[in-house]
């Protein structure tokens, strides 16, 4: 349906397209995805004519469109813009029936035809109910949703999107995305999309290219785009890469921009966890540069996974079991030369109180988050095992998150103290 031979472009001097080489084919639902200035527009400009390309061919159902006139491109190839304004007071219905301006001439009175495809293009974007109304007093989402309508009207080959829901809300950018999905499967529309939001494109779209300072980094299906390299190069920032439980397609969860402020010197830091409440501050931890391993977790925690993602040593279980004495062997050995040994947020109960067995005879010091005690389903041998370990070495009880970075601070700093 479409394909691009060594296709480059720019403005004056600046090349923002170079080399670009791809094709669509018929049915797909590809999304264009990039950072801004990347490019991602400028190939939409020069598919739909409204620019050319400084060197490249662009073919068109099997035609050079540098050949096509532009009612001929028009007859093949619809434009869905960010937004569109309009300075009269047109109907709906209007608006809709600009879409069959490539099929008319001069003086000719609207065809049946013409008709025919207004009426069934409103009827497929849900807009037929409010015909008559202006256009200028519809809602967002109402006024894309026409904006869609007009493009179908143009029956084309190819339907091009220019960001479609970049300015709507969360329920709006749902229903046009489901829309243009439903007439991609049911009309078998080829649609090519330029979105901004990588988790909505990988949702919707079944190939997604990514364009990296004017040229293709990667084309492919949303699981072999949406890597953690290709996402952290994109955005240069950290985040962390997971498959979607419900859609089951990847997504991604921004972490941060800007570093944490390092540690004066790199401590080594055993955290023993399990359950989600480690998360942030494990993140938090690694990204100061502190030397980290994680004790016992289960498969499909939350402190599981961002063990795996940032590739801290630690000891796994399988889901709901309890603690074994070999696994907390293993978590003894990799907190033997820990100079902070932190007991986290989490919850304890009869399958992960051996955490606690051997904690008085590493050379670590102790650190407990007060929140554990909320969450003790021991019955009182919590509590009784924090005592005993008490007496034979000092335990630092902490309250929340910066009060432990903050004695952390004092252990990590140039001239390393002794926390309180």
């Not at 397209?17 to 490019?39: D, K, M, P, Q």
């Not at 109304?133 to 190819?158: D, F, H, T, W």
């Not at 049911?186 to 779209?205: F, I, P, Q």
């Not at 252990?411 to 926390?419: H, K, M, N, T, V």
Request: with cysteine; charged share 30%.
């Amino acid at each position: 349906m479409l394909s691009l031979e060594d296709v480059s472009a720019g403005y004056g001097e600046k090349d923002v397209l170079s080399g670009i080489r791809a094709s669509v084919r018929r049915g797909e639902f590809a999304a264009l995805i990039g950072s801004n200035g990347a490019g991602k527009s400028t190939l939409l400009k020069c598919i739909s004519g409204l620019m050319q390309p400084r060197s490249g061919k662009i073919i068109i159902c099997g035609r050079d469109n540098a050949a096509l006139k532009p009612k001929e491109r028009a007859r093949l190839v619809a434009v869905v813009p960010q937004s569109y304004s309009v300075e009269y007071d047109f109907t709906v219905e209007d608006v809709v029936a600009m879409g069959r301006y490539p099929y008319q001439s001069f003086g000719k009175r609207e065809s049946q035809e013409d008709a025919d495809a207004v009426r069934n293009a409103m009827e497929a974007t849900n807009t037929l109910a409010f015909r008559k109304r202006l256009y200028n007093e519809l809602s967002g989402g109402e006024k894309q949703r026409v904006i869609l309508a007009r493009a179908l009207a143009q029956q084309p080959e190819i339907l091009l999107l220019d960001e479609p829901t970049s300015a709507l809300d969360i329920h709006h950018q749902t229903e046009v995305m489901e829309l243009i999905t439903e007439l991609n499967r049911r009309e078998g529309l080829t649609v090519l999309a330029v979105l901004h939001d990588v988790n909505m494109a990988s949702r919707y779209c079944c190939r997604m290219i990514l364009l990296r300072d004017g040229k293709i980094a990667a084309d492919g299906e949303p699981s072999a785009v949406i890597t953690k390299k290709n996402m952290e190069a994109l955005y240069r920032m950290k985040l962390l890469i997971r498959e979607n439980p419900l859609f089951h397609k990847p997504e991604i969860v921004p972490i941060r921009v800007l570093r944490e402020e390092p540690a004066g010197r790199p401590v080594r830091i055993h955290v023993i966890c399990g359950s989600d409440g480690a998360v942030k501050l494990i993140e938090e931890l690694e990204d100061r540069g502190f030397e980290l391993t994680a004790g016992v977790v289960n498969v499909g925690s939350g402190d599981c996974e961002i063990c795996r993602y940032l590739q801290i040593p630690h000891v796994e279980i399988p889901p709901f079991t309890p603690v074994t004495a070999e696994a907390q062997a293993k978590n003894l050995e990799m907190m033997r030369d820990a100079e902070v040994i932190l007991i986290s947020d989490m919850p304890f109960g009869e399958n992960n109180l051996m955490n606690l067995d051997g904690l008085e005879k590493m050379k670590g010091k102790i650190f407990f988050h007060k929140n554990a005690l909320s969450g003790d389903y021991t019955g009182g041998r919590l509590i009784e095992r924090l005592q005993k370990l008490g007496e034979k070495k000092k335990v630092v009880y902490f309250g929340d998150h910066d009060e432990f970075l903050r004695r952390l601070r004092e252990l990590s700093g140039p001239e390393r103290g002794e926390a309180e």
